[in-house]
């Protein structure tokens, strides 16, 4: 079976730091791309960030470039997302996708970012 | 950035009556390799998001056939031919054709 488990959510002051994690198995992790969506309190879904198979390719949403890293350890079956210089506004849900257009979501990491 | 749009924002349906949901793109959804890059998603409360529909109109393992996507373009259309009660939540199109990915804001299907 296929499954994404996130975790490294919590709470984070304004200007913090955070790395999560999403731990994959159940697929060959190395052969597809994987994204990172989240979900403000009450509102829709946000794309937020994708990474190619060998992690070669990385793609940003304009509201976190320049303040998030997505990276993978294909060794590990590991998806992360660094994010730095948080805002109040990151506070969401942040959901991890299996491949280019998110075929299986993981239960998501609750990220609140408040002083 | 390709905006996706979706009617209605809420919709409330008596069991066993069809449902209609349309998304339109802002950009033409039709890659150069022939496949066209419009997804539906389904949020049922308290879940995570899951795929139903991918490429239009191709139905995600163990969607039901009561779910058909259809349309090319910049127009689709999600369709659920008998609505139950475990279809309840917040459908949402995507396009997946450029990066950023965008989402529609969301379609709420609830029960009469």
């Known amino acids: 079976e296929v499954q994404l488990l996130e975790s490294g959510g919590g709470l984070v002051r304004p200007g913090g730091s955070l790395r999560l994690s999403c731990t994959a198995s159940?697929?060959?992790?190395?052969?597809?791309?994987m994204g990172w969506v989240r979900q403000a309190p009450g509102k829709g879904l946000e794309w937020v960030s994708s990474?190619?198979?060998?992690?070669?390719?990385?793609y940003y949403a304009d509201s976190v470039e320049g303040r998030f890293t997505v990276s993978r350890d294909n060794s590990k079956n590991t998806l992360y997302l660094q994010m730095d210089s948080v805002k109040v506004e990151d506070t969401a849900i942040y959901y991890c996708?299996?491949?280019?257009?998110?075929?299986?979501w993981g239960r998501g990491s609750l990220v609140i970012v408040s002083s | 950035e390709i905006v996706m749009t979706q009617t209605p924002l809420s919709l409330s349906v008596t069991p066993g009556q069809p449902a209609s949901i349309s998304c339109k793109s802002s950009?033409?959804?039709?890659?150069?390799?022939?496949?066209?890059?419009l997804f539906w998603f389904l949020q049922k409360p308290g879940q995570s998001p899951q795929l139903l529909m991918y490429?239009?109109?191709g139905r995600f393992s163990g969607v039901p056939d009561r779910f058909t996507g259809s349309g090319s373009g910049t127009d689709f259309t999600l369709n659920i031919s008998r609505v139950e009660a475990e279809d309840v939540g917040v459908y949402y199109c995507?396009?997946?054709?450029?990066?950023?990915?965008?989402f529609g804001q969301g379609t709420k299907v609830e029960i009469k």
């Open positions: 996708a299996k491949g280019r257009h998110f075929n299986v």
């Open positions: 159940g697929f060959t992790f190395r052969s597809y791309a």
């Open positions: 990474i190619g198979s060998s992690g070669g390719d990385s």
């Open positions: 950009q033409s959804l039709l890659h150069s390799d022939g496949k066209t890059y």
């Open positions: 490429e239009v109109s």
């Open positions: 995507m396009q997946g054709i450029y990066f950023p990915r965008t």
